[in-house]
């Protein structure tokens, strides 16, 4: 091969294969150090973080403090730790929601006929008319704050990409060659649909869960910031943001540990995210 010779697209594709694995096994390792923290927060950080110490308020980061300490003198990587259960379940229960909704929205627009598809696309058009943290605002508005409030306005918000996404595969894959060639060997419908064409059509469903949890994280954590969500004394990562704001002059590390938690777990869910949608990608060709 002459040097201005270009590589073949396999050699190509195997030389972004490195990089791209190796940012996927990062933010593996990202995402796991988030649940571990979140599913048991005492093994990642032993002290309470609701434990005052006024001799040691605002203590910069240090041996005995790693990510030093607030107004109070509690220990602020043990907040940022216990932290991530609460944000995790508002990401990942959103999501998680989102998409059954989503799922089942989009087999009855697929499946029930031309006037059902008709509105639950126009319903489906009409909240994605609107940003997503509005949309959760305005919802948050009619049905109040909270946790849980938190988490069924993002679900709400969110859902429409589920459903057009679902809608749109179960069409397609209802009209693929391979469909109809199996539908001509007589295999029945409801076996054709269930074994045939839900599972191919649900299976992008995983790429835009995993990228949809860090855009339901950094929602989830807006809205506690502004006040609507967890309530203090709770070490929620937006309200702990929130209520940095006011002692940033006298601790930068109030807002810079939490702002990292936030960014590292949202980046890895992204990067897991576009990776499997690359080698689902690699997959199909």
Same mark, same amino acid.
């Given at each position: 091969?002459?040097a201005?010779t ?20 990062l ?18 950080a ?34 940022? $730790? ?13 999501t ?19 006037? *059902? ?5 126009? #319903?489906?058009?009409? *909240?994605?008319?609107? +940003?997503?943290? #509005?949309? =959760? ?13 938190? !988490?069924?306005?993002i ?5 429409p990409?589920? $459903? ?16 109809? =060639?199996?539908? !001509? ?16 059509a649900?299976?992008? !469903? ?26 203090? +004394? ?7 943001? =929130? ?12 807002? $810079?540990?939490?702002? !990292? ?18 080698r ?6």
């Open positions: 091969m002459s201005g270009e590589a073949p697209p396999a050699d190509r594709g195997r030389g972004r294969l490195v990089p791209g694995a190796a940012g996927a096994l933010s593996a390792l990202v995402v796991v150090a988030a649940v571990l923290a979140a599913l048991a927060p005492g093994l990642v032993g002290d309470d973080p609701y434990a005052s110490d006024y001799a040691a308020a605002l203590s910069p980061p240090s041996a005995n403090a790693w990510f030093g300490t607030d107004e109070l003198g509690r220990d602020v990587f043990a907040r940022v $730790v216990h932290g991530a259960r609460s944000s995790l379940l508002i990401g990942v229960g959103a998680a929601l989102a998409a059954l909704i989503g799922i089942a929205l989009g087999l009855a627009a697929a499946t029930l006929g031309r006037f *059902v598809d008709l509105v639950v696309v126009r #319903l489906a058009d009409l *909240v994605m008319a609107f +940003p997503t943290l #509005l949309f =959760a605002l305005v919802v948050i508005a009619l049905i109040g704050g909270g946790r849980t409030n938190i !988490l069924l306005s679900a709400f918000a969110t859902a990409v589920f $459903v057009r996404l679902v809608r749109s595969r179960v069409v397609v894959t209802a009209g693929a060659e391979f469909v109809s =060639a199996l539908r !001509l060997l007589g295999i029945g419908r409801f076996r054709l649909f269930t074994r045939h064409v839900l599972p191919n649900l299976g992008p !469903l995983l790429v835009v869960a995993t990228t949809g949890v860090g855009n339901a994280l950094i929602i989830g954590s807006g809205l506690s910031f502004l006040g609507m969500g967890a309530v203090p +004394p709770e070490p929620e990562w937006g309200l702990l943001l =929130a209520n940095a704001r006011n002692q940033l002059a006298h601790g930068w590390w109030l807002v $810079v540990f939490p702002g !990292l938690s936030i960014t590292a777990v949202v980046v890895a869910f992204t990067v897991l995210g576009r990776w499997v949608r690359a689902s990608h690699g997959q199909e060709a």
